[in-house]
């Protein structure tokens, strides 16, 4: 039987060895969306980069209008009107005014802006001003949104579409990204068949498989699948072999208990290059879990079951990507539940309990899940939270209140599955 370390233990023993740096490309702005960022960068600009106007109406001297009323109109000269994109070649003097629209620049001897509708314009030349304006109003003013030296993008920010606009409004039009890892997947188990074909007695589909495998390529990896290899540990050894000089990271699934065909922890340990590996580790559920450097390349062998192996890959990979990538702007939403029923995960261990959060009489509460084994693929579709219980925390008694990971809206109460079973 496998000794249990707890996982920052595990991936801290690991780290030391490896060495998967994911290395820099330059990329245009339109192919950056969802990469991560390589850099810090500044604005070499300002944004607006002259005083513009921010309504439609005209440029006048705040003095002017001071008394102005329906009442008590007061009147300016118009001596013209500056369009938007050009250059104004007038300037204003005591009672005088420029027509100007949206985005115009401010003419000189300007300092803000009446809007049109307390405005009318009279046959002879003259404005008619009903309001009063303040120095500065209706003024957008030079670097007001964003100024020269101000960091819109920090090195380990995942590009988003409003980093793209900042980004083109500043004329950037390439930027420097990390480069995504090279992920290679594939599942141990003479029973199992690839998704989409009919399985036969005794068999199943590699589900697992598609689950990790879509885990990695909604994060942007490069992802290959190396299929399904027979419970055979020369076979097993020789994919991960092939897999390791193909890629940065490898991820088997099933093979990591101690059965009489569980082999591929064995199959790591034939690994040329094999630096260290930790197998066990000390969570709930997924424990059989293993994790290794293998000339300097990552190796993890998850669980062939589909709630189990996306614990092992959140708990050992998610926080090695974080380690390289940086990741500034990930938001994980967290919410205080009353949890419904007690939990039990046990002393050592970090367990990860998959809940349905939702409102009851104005109050959110978190329903834990049943899991038979570490299999049920239902959970993963009517979970929307998840519980995590701390090594030094053995569980959490019903009524107790607890912080809940977010993983889809939180529902209303007629819209909760109810669980049957009892946990």
């Known amino acids: 039987m496998f000794k249990l370390t707890y996982v920052e233990s595990a991936i801290e023993r690991i780290l030391k060895y490896l060495k998967i740096d994911p290395g820099i490309e330059e990329v245009s702005l339109a192919d950056s969306i969802s990469r991560i960022s390589a850099e810090d960068i500044v604005s070499d600009v300002n944004i607006p980069p002259f005083n513009r106007s921010a309504v439609d109406g005209y440029a006048v001297k705040s003095e002017d209008t001071f008394g102005a009323s329906t009442s008590s109109p007061i009147y300016l000269k118009v001596k013209g ?31 803000a802006v009446i809007m049109r509708e307390h405005t009318k314009l009279l046959e002879d030349g003259l404005l008619e001003v009903y309001e009063s304006v303040s120095h500065l109003e209706n003024i957008s003013l030079i670097g007001e949104d964003l100024k020269r030296g101000e960091k819109v993008v ?10 793209v606009g900042v980004l083109a409004s500043i004329n950037v039009c390439r930027i420097r990204v990390l480069k995504p890892w090279t992920i290679g997947v594939f599942s141990t188990g003479s029973e199992l068949v690839e998704a989409c074909r009919r399985p036969g007695p005794g068999k199943i589909i590699a589900s697992t498989k598609e689950v990790l495998k879509a885990y990695f390529a909604e994060k942007g990896f490069n992802v290959i699948d190396y299929g399904i290899v027979e419970d055979d540990l020369n076979k097993i050894a020789e994919m991960f072999r092939r ?9 088997s699934t099933g093979g990591t208990s101690v059965g009489r065909r569980d082999y591929t922890v064995k199959a790591i340990e034939l690994q040329d290059g094999l630096e260290d590996m930790v197998h066990g580790i000390a969570v709930k559920p997924g424990r059989p879990a293993a994790i290794a450097s293998v000339g300097g390349r990552l190796v993890i062998a998850a669980s062939g079951l589909p709630v189990a192996a996306l614990v092992d890959v959140e708990a050992l990979f998610h926080p090695i990507y974080e380690h390289y990538y940086g990741l500034n702007n990930v938001y994980k939403p967290v919410v205080e539940a009353v949890l419904d029923r007690r939990i039990y995960v046990g002393a050592g261990l970090r367990g990860y309990v998959r809940v349905m959060v939702y409102r009851s009489g104005g109050v959110v509460r978190a329903m834990p899940l049943r899991i038979t084994g570490s299999g049920v693929l239902s959970t993963l579709l009517r979970a929307n939270g998840v519980l995590i219980v701390e090594e030094d925390v053995e569980g959490f008694d019903e009524g107790e209140t607890v912080r809940v990971e977010l993983l889809a809206p939180i529902l209303e109460e007629g819209e909760v599955f109810e669980w049957k079973e009892d946990i």
């Open 243 to 251: 897999a390791l000089s193909e890629c940065e990271v490898v991820v």
């Open 81 to 111: 009107r500056i369009e938007v994109g050009s250059s104004p070649k007038i300037s204003i003097g005591p009672g005088e005014c420029v027509e100007v629209s949206t985005g115009s620049m401010i003419p000189e001897g300007a300092d």
């Open 154 to 163: 920090r090195r380990g920010d995942v590009i988003r579409p409003w980093h």
